[in-house]
Structure formats: structure tokens, C-alpha cells
């Protein structure tokens, strides 16, 4: 009979375990395994990878991925102080097992789907509006990116004293990681890009904000005023606010009139640059659009830049 010093077989379950992370990868269409829940990769190159053999202790939970097919094990009986070999066994359910009481698992091997699309996907909406993202089937795990729209420039003023209008605010940026069930489709928003404003001193509309159903959202920035409008934020689990708008300038080398920069989008596009007519646009994603710069003469602000969303699996 089959047996090992019980001492060496802690010390060695204890090694492996350490390497177990409760973070979750994104490239959930690789094959994977569930360990208490937590995921493995069955990929050695990866920090949560799955290096076999793999040691399980009674109380412990096993299933499969949803790009598994199967995992093949041995089971050992405690007998005081050391392992008996029990039985050779293939486990095929996706809902956790349990180890028994008194017995120990050694993991060999894991059967893959026979059609599985391996690496990390990705799917980008940068177009403003609304578009449905369905779970792919091997999907259980997913990390989303959001970026709200740059609100507009502020419009110049047209009477004395002039003055370029102030630039619109950057949109925020949100990142999040979230447990999810293959199949499930959840609305995009990718929030648009704020109007400049077109009266003098007209204030620039807000950037609109970009959200995936109720994971995640990070707001656009405000439109520009005659302080600069201000940057948008997120709630994510990460964000970063967007910037604020600059000011517009009174007098630029005693003759010009310029409108102040827009906003940058966090992590994201630059802000129109100052202008000295129609405000500059915002780049993607998020930039706000610089505010009008000009004289007596109406001139637009600029317009700010549409959100963007990424989500990878």
C-alpha cells in the first residue's frame, strides 16, 4: 500500500498554497480550475497559474472552469501519520466538491473543452450611445474600463472687458474587476462628449457619463465656465478624476483673447488646446474642449471628447 510521510505532504501543501492568489485573471477562456473558489489558470507562465501536482486537504473545495471538461486525481486516506493510497478518481462538476473528512487529493492532470479560444479578449465601445455586451460562455471572471466624456468649451465674451472662455472639464476613469454568469448581457453606455457653448460666455455642456449596467460608471466632466469647467469622478473600485478646464485669458500680449485649454480625461485624451476663435475639441477619450477665444466676434467652445469602455476576459 501506497503511503507518505504525513509531515513532508503539509509542508508541501503548504508551499503550493501560498502561491494561490484570491485575485482573478481576466483571460478567463483559457482552461481553469476552482480552488475555494478561487481560479487557477492551467498556465505556468501566469502568477495565479495552476502548477501540478496539486494537493488538496479534507475540508477543501474542487470544480471545474467553464472551459474544463474534466480533472483527474488520486485520493489518499490520513492514516495517522502518513497517506494511503484510496482510489484513482476524475472529477466533471462545476459546482465545488468537497474533500472528505480524512482524505487528502493530489491533482494529476485537467481535461480541456475541446473547442476553447485561449488568451486574453478584449472588446473596445468608443462610439457614444448604447450597444448590449453578452457574458461569452467561458467567461466567469471580467475587468471593465470606463472613461467619461470631456465636457465642452465655455463661449467668449463678446463685450468689454473681453475675455476667452474657460475650458470644459476632462472626463473620470474607473477600473473594476467583477464576478459574472456566461450569457448575461449587460448595457454599454459610452457617455458622449459635451457641446461648447455658443453665446458669450455660454457655458459648455457636461460630458456624458459612461457606464456598464450597474458594475461600473465614471462621470464626464462639467462644462467650461469662466474659472474652467471642472473634472468628472467615478465610484469604481479604481478611479482617478478627470482635470479641470484652465480659465479663459483677458489678454494675451496686449491684443489677444484667448480661450482657456480644456481639461485632460484621466488616464485618458488630451484637452483642446488654448484658441484664440472657435474652441479647440477635446481628444478621445474624455478630453474636454478648450473654451472660445476672439473678441467682440462670437466664436463656438470647443466640443469635448466622447467616453470610451474596454472590457477584457
Not at 487528502?104 to 473547442?115: F, L, N, R, T
Request: hydrophobic letters at 30%; a neutral charge.
Amino acid at each position: 500500500m501506497l503511503s507518505v510521510s504525513r509531515y513532508s505532504f503539509m509542508l508541501l501543501v503548504s508551499f503550493i498554497l501560498q502561491g494561490i492568489h484570491t485575485e482573478k485573471l481576466s483571460a478567463q477562456c483559457q482552461p481553469f480550475i476552482k480552488v475555494d473558489g478561487n481560479i487557477l489558470i492551467a498556465n505556468e507562465t501566469v502568477a495565479e497559474g495552476l502548477k501540478l501536482p496539486l494537493w488538496l486537504t479534507s475540508g477543501q473545495t474542487l470544480a471545474c472552469g467553464a472551459t474544463v471538461k474534466g480533472i483527474s486525481l488520486i485520493e489518499f486516506t490520513e492514516n495517522g501519520s502518513a497517506l494511503e493510497y484510496s482510489q484513482v478518481m476524475s472529477l466533471t462538476s462545476a459546482t465545488p466538491v468537497s474533500v472528505p473528512t480524512g482524505k487528502v487529493w493530489k491533482v494529476e492532470s485537467i481535461m480541456k473543452q475541446p473547442i476553447i479560444s485561449g488568451g486574453t479578449n478584449k472588446v473596445d465601445y468608443v462610439m457614444e450611445g448604447t450597444s448590449i455586451f453578452t457574458v461569452p460562455s467561458c467567461a466567469e471572471y471580467i475587468c471593465i474600463e470606463v472613461w467619461g466624456g470631456g465636457g465642452g468649451g465655455q463661449g467668449n465674451q463678446t463685450s468689454s472687458p473681453y475675455s476667452g472662455g474657460g475650458g470644459g472639464g476632462g472626463g473620470s476613469y474607473g477600473q473594476g474587476c467583477f464576478t459574472v454568469v456566461p450569457g448575461t448581457n449587460y448595457t454599454v453606455t459610452v457617455g458622449g462628449g459635451g457641446l461648447g457653448g455658443a453665446t458669450s460666455l455660454g457655458v459648455g455642456a457636461a460630458g456624458g457619463t459612461t457606464s456598464v449596467g450597474s458594475l461600473i460608471s465614471a462621470g464626464g466632466g462639467s462644462g467650461g465656465t469662466t474659472g474652467g469647467g471642472n473634472g468628472g469622478t467615478s465610484t469604481a473600485p479604481f478611479n482617478v478624476p478627470g482635470f479641470k478646464g484652465l480659465q479663459g485669458w483677458v489678454t494675451y500680449n496686449g491684443s489677444y483673447y484667448i480661450g482657456g485649454a480644456g481639461g485632460y480625461g484621466a488616464n485618458g485624451g488630451t484637452g483642446g488646446g488654448y484658441s484664440s476663435s472657435n474652441g479647440s475639441p477635446g481628444s478621445s477619450p474624455g478630453g474636454g474642449g478648450s473654451g472660445a477665444g476672439g473678441g467682440s466676434s462670437q466664436y463656438k467652445g470647443g466640443l469635448g471628447a466622447a467616453g470610451k469602455v474596454s472590457i477584457t476576459w
